[in-house]
């Protein structure tokens, strides 16, 4: 009996044992499980959109990215501009961190004065585009440990004097240009003598000097040097030895993430990238930069072919576009335009003292504040105001075209509130006192008197708008509309063919203005009427220019 009660204590015991080990991995189990989800909270308040990794990037720096028509080498989808893809060691990278926190990947493509103040506002979640982390730009936003580093080259023709160069002391007195708004345009004072030219906006226009000899070299990272050779058998880089280049810091030579300041996203970030070993981060760069190995075609014209064999869906989308917004934004603003012209029309209608009267005062200070304010500035800073400035102070998160749209709209309401505020003044005071004396009203006679011939007096103006809002749109470049200009220094930057591709977009540009000036010769001149009248008396025997009435 002792026995059957000392088995069934055993047994209690070992079951009790047995739950207690079991427990434990279950525990951690459950843990891990915990701390994996408050991770994911964690990163998810580091963005804008749960569950997507907006990445802000020029896609015009290969071979850290670039832009191309197709998804081919793993290319990821440009997301503010339909048919148009990224790729690069950029794009690798942020693939790379997306897949490994189980995130959707987002490309946005920006210019690079952009690319702050979309971070800061939260149009990107990050900047990986190649950005040093300098001093000046750690005062906005916080960045990641390194995921490359690199040398500072110069790049130059092939023929040039300076292509056997040894040391900076060798370009003693060469023209040098570097990229706006980087630190390599503050490397070149370190050359003695130096004949540093202003600074240039993009990594192909500097090209472009280089190659026409308006530039004798220009500053890059050793790895955008190597794409731009691959893609121009005329360039070459010089590469310097130690204590013969350029005195660089940690952060110089160093390529990190850009974050918005205390982002959550730092710490798993860093943690991803301590894990990509550097042998890895090597290779990954010799493939970006063996993708824009290119053969040289056998002439110019050859080249613009094969440019508009690959981009070319791209141009006519581009220019579809162009034509969209000066369109619509031309209509939109002549109604603004009119609305703004006839109430600053109206202060005859107002007998001072009354309220009525300084509402009425009110108003039009509002009015002339508008118009002011936008005559007075550019469109292009009013588009870095408006794009980026509602999403930052008032969370208004507006779409590129969206805020294309509204843009171009006011600025031409504006500009036209004064063309048609001169065409009411141009009609003559006898027509509103005709008016008056058959007893229209103030609106009876705007609209049926005066408006018509005032809108047909300033016809060709409104045409005149149409074509400059046609040319104009290409400002709104900054905020990555997807207009024709933009198209075609995605390009430019991805081929490295910046003449042919800019040669091709004048022509497209002309072809819309030329189409579009003939189009509204026409309407003007169905709305004005013949320039041969028949004139009908009533006495019957009189005929008028070949009219012959009945005896």
């Known amino acids: 009996m002792k026995r059957r009660w000392l088995r069934k204590i055993q047994l209690i015991v070992t079951c009790i044992f047995g739950l207690g080990l079991a427990y434990q991995p279950i525990a951690g189990l459950a843990q891990t499980e915990d701390s994996q989800s408050k991770t994911q909270v964690e990163i998810n308040e580091g ?43 950029d794009v ?202 290119r053969q040289e075609d056998p002439s110019f014209w050859g080249e613009v072919v094969s440019l508009w064999d690959s981009y070319g869906n791209q141009f006519l989308k581009g220019a579809a576009n162009t034509m969209l917004i000066a369109l619509v934004s031309t209509i939109v603003g002549s109604l603004i335009g009119l609305v703004v012209a006839v109430i600053r029309s109206m202060r005859s209608q107002f007998k001072k003292g009354r309220p009525a009267y300084y509402l009425y005062r009110v108003i039009d200070f509002l009015l002339v504040a508008y118009i002011e304010i936008f005559r007075g500035t550019p469109m292009m800073v009013q588009a870095m105001l408006i794009f980026y400035g509602l999403k930052l102070f008032f969370n208004i998160d507006l ?24 065409g009411i003044h141009g ?19 705007m609209r049926y008197v005066v408006l018509p011939q005032a809108i047909q007096s300033i016809l060709p103006t409104l045409g005149n708008e149409f074509v400059i809002n046609i040319k104009d749109t290409s400002v709104l470049n900054v905020i990555a509309v997807t207009e024709l200009f933009f198209v075609t220094r995605s390009a430019a930057g991805s081929t490295y063919l910046t003449f042919q591709a800019f040669l091709i977009t004048s022509i497209i540009y002309f072809v819309l203005t030329f189409v579009t000036t003939r189009v509204l010769n026409l309407i003007e001149k169905s709305l004005s009427g013949t320039d041969s009248y028949t004139v009908k008396q009533s006495s019957s025997t009189t005929a008028v220019r070949g009219v012959k009435t009945n005896d």
């Open 47 to 89: 963005l804008e959109a749960k569950g997507i990794l907006r990445v802000g990037m020029e896609a015009n720096y290969a071979p850290f990215n670039w832009s191309q028509p197709s998804d081919l080498n793993g290319a990821v989808a440009v997301s503010n501009s339909p048919g148009e893809y990224a790729n690069g060691y």
């Open 92 to 293: 690798q990278v942020a693939r790379r961190l997306a897949d490994q926190l189980g995130l959707e990947l987002e490309i946005v493509k920006l210019e690079w004065d952009g690319l702050p103040p979309a971070l800061t506002s939260g149009k990107v979640d990050a900047i990986i585009a190649g950005m040093s982390a300098t001093p000046e730009r750690k005062k906005e936003i916080d960045f990641t440990e390194n995921y490359y580093d690199s040398q500072m080259v110069l790049v130059v023709r092939k023929d040039s004097s300076y292509a056997t160069a040894k040391s900076l002391a060798d370009f003693k007195g060469a023209k040098i240009t570097g990229q706006l708004n980087t630190f390599h345009y503050d490397l070149i004072p370190q050359i003695p003598q130096v004949q540093q030219q202003t600074a240039m906006d993009s990594f192909p226009t500097m090209i472009s000097s280089v190659l026409s000899g308006k530039s004798d070299a220009y500053v890059s990272e050793e790895p955008g040097a190597m794409a731009a050779v691959a893609a121009n058998s005329k360039l070459t880089y010089v590469k310097f030895a130690d204590q013969q280049g350029f005195a660089l810091t940690d952060y110089d030579t160093g390529i990190a993430i850009g974050l918005r300041k205390g982002s959550p996203l730092t710490q798993p970030f860093n943690q991803i990238l301590a894990e990509f070993a550097n042998e890895d981060r090597d290779e990954l760069m010799k493939d970006m930069v063996q993708l824009n190995l």
């Open 399 to 422: 779409s590129s075209m969206t805020a294309a749209f509204l843009i171009v709209s006011i600025n031409t309401g504006a500009y036209l509130s004064e063309v048609i505020r001169g």
């Open 427 to 445: 009609v003559d005071k006898g027509q509103y006192e005709g008016a008056k004396a058959i007893g229209m009203t103030h609106t009876q006679t």
